[in-house]
């Protein structure tokens, strides 16, 4: 009995701590603001499909196979007969109380189940992406300037300004032409080959690798290019630091002197911009899954924008919000993991 009671004074004081603690309420008070966020977006791309010009139905009237009667009936079946303002509610109402996203006019299926499908790819490209950036870009970056203005520094700046200033588009371009040269080597088109269900897990894996092989590379190009031109940066004005300079003059090993002391404090700023990062990485692959006939979310998308599909749309537009906030909430709770000194609201 007493060591019954001991335990539950601990695990009461455990959870205590735990609600009490700085991280668990700013984490609350960036979800409460997400909701608020999530809310206006939701209602800004309702607004701007009702606001453009031509609908779901007008299309459908074009096609003279289809019967007035048989459009009224998808009128009222999805609800387009009611205002403006009736059908953002009785939509926002579904996802409260149901977590229903509508149906998608298109598809004639529900919502949650193409993005749940969706969804996973998106990520696996932005995911392994961002992987492959950091990999490459820090160590080059630190590369760079440790090699300050000699030919190392010089050819990595060069590959740098040209990174950042190709267009994420035609860098996509290039890399469909070079596919065409060099078929069939490297796969375009899907994620998978047409024999993926037969293959082993290993097969399957090195399946979606070898499809993934351009896409990332088209995704990563001027992500690495920026990430490594701030490194480089952040890591020059770390080193000419009092600090810095007194841990030298004590006989401290340069290494020890670059990747102890100095990276720690250079590597602040990039944490910072993990969450811009992924939004700038969400938004590529949008472009890039179109390109590549990549099946994620950004190619549902601008089929559903395209289809003036209205509540896949808002749903799509909305899931893009969540990971977008997701992203810059997971950022900061590294930065203050790395950098115990700092406070999460001052991260506001």
Do not use: C
Request: aromatic share 10%; hydrophobic share 50%.
């Amino acid at each position: 009995m007493t060591n019954t009671k001991i335990s539950l004074e601990t695990s009461r004081d455990w959870l205590l701590k735990l609600v009490t603690s700085e991280t668990f309420m700013y984490v609350i008070k960036r979800l409460l603001q997400a909701l608020l966020t999530i809310f206006l977006a939701s209602a800004l791309s309702f607004f701007v499909m009702k606001l453009s010009p031509g609908n779901y139905v007008n299309t459908l009237r074009q096609n003279p196979k289809i019967s007035p009667e048989r459009i009224e009936e998808i009128i009222k079946q999805f609800g387009l007969d009611k205002s403006w303002p009736e059908q953002f509610g009785f939509w926002l109402k579904q996802i409260v109380t149901k977590g229903d996203f509508g149906t998608s006019f298109v598809y004639q299926r529900s919502v949650s189940s193409l993005l749940w499908e969706r969804v996973p790819a998106t990520l696996f490209l932005a995911i392994a992406s961002l992987i492959i950036t950091w990999v490459m870009a820090i160590p080059l970056g630190i590369l760079a300037a440790v090699k300050q203005n000699r030919l190392t520094d010089q050819v990595l700046q060069v590959v740098s300004y040209a990174g950042q200033g190709i267009p994420n588009f035609i860098t996509v371009l290039f890399l469909l032409f070079f596919a065409q040269l060099t078929t069939p080597l490297f796969p375009v088109g899907n994620m998978t080959s047409i024999d993926h269900a037969e293959l082993t897990w290993l097969g399957k894996i090195l399946d979606i690798a070898w499809h993934s092989i351009l896409p990332l590379i088209a995704l990563s190009v001027t992500s690495f290019a920026g990430l490594q031109r701030i490194m480089r940066g952040q890591l020059l004005d770390v080193l000419r630091q009092d600090y810095i300079q007194t841990a030298r003059a004590k006989g401290l090993p340069e290494n020890r002197v670059i990747y102890v002391h100095a990276l720690r404090n250079a590597i602040n700023p990039l944490i910072t911009l993990l969450g811009f990062e992924l939004a700038g990485l969400l938004s590529g692959a949008f472009i890039t899954e179109n390109f590549f006939n990549w099946p994620g979310l950004g190619k549902l998308t601008l089929q559903a924008v395209l289809a003036k599909d209205q509540y896949l749309v808002m749903a799509s537009l909305v899931m893009s919000a969540v990971l977008l906030i997701l992203g810059n909430l997971i950022a900061d709770l590294i930065l203050k993991a790395a950098d115990p000194r700092i406070k999460l609201e001052d991260l506001n």
